[in-house]
């Protein structure tokens, strides 16, 4: 958001991974709790009161509410919908939707950051359970990515070829980032890209990898609440996001 990829790196010590990750597990534990509750009839504002619940008993922060002013704990974004769908009782899940659940935490001074799209009941279309384990297969190309030496482009060169490969398309007009003692750090993190392309990956920098895909075109609009990204054409779309630590024995995964 904004301009936050233009700010100097943050590399984090070994310790501060080490906090890191015990925001990332608490952020994962919100999210297997949500999941649970997914049910056709269940809305997103029961989504949302059960996460703040959580996260208050488990003494931490959350990320999102009061952030530039959005208003939730989560985010809940139900099927044409991208990214930043504000949970309300009036959202009412049912069977055959998807519905991407976005959290995030601090715990200590450090921030955890993770989403997973989740179908709702049990019948779900050919089409769409493949935009779900392709979208979450591409998270994990990515991810492999994440070596000293490597560098930015190749995350978003492997996340996007597989995605393309599987004929969808990966939204631009959103990014991941750095996350650390803030949510949003440098560098951003684009779902595209080529090899070789943006900055070099170093030891100790922590990044939030979250590939936003559509089952048709990439295109992006922001709804008149002025948070809900949705896709231009009305076509599905998922959103998976872990935290990735660079070390020298390869990418660690925080948000587990
Ligand atoms: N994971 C999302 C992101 O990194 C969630 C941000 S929602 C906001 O952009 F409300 F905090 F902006
Ligand atoms: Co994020």
Redesign the pocket.
Known sequence: ?MSFGDDKIVRKSPEEIEKMRRSGQLVRQVLNHVKALVVPGASTMDLEKAAEKLIAELGATP???G??D?P?VL?TSINEEI??GIPSEKRVLKTGDIVSV???VVLDGYYG???ITVPVGETLTEELRKLLEVTEASLYKGIEQVKIGNTIGHVGSAIQKHVEANGFSVVRE?V??G?GTK??EAPQIPNFGKKGQGVELTEGMVL?I?PMVNSGGPEAKVLGDK?TAVTLDGSYSAHF?HCVAVTKQGPMILTQ
Do not use: T
């Open positions: 958001m990320a999102f509410k952030y530039y959005y939730c985010c990214v930043h976005d959290c995030g950051d993770a989403a959103f991941g980032h996350i949510l949003h939030a979250e948070w996001e």
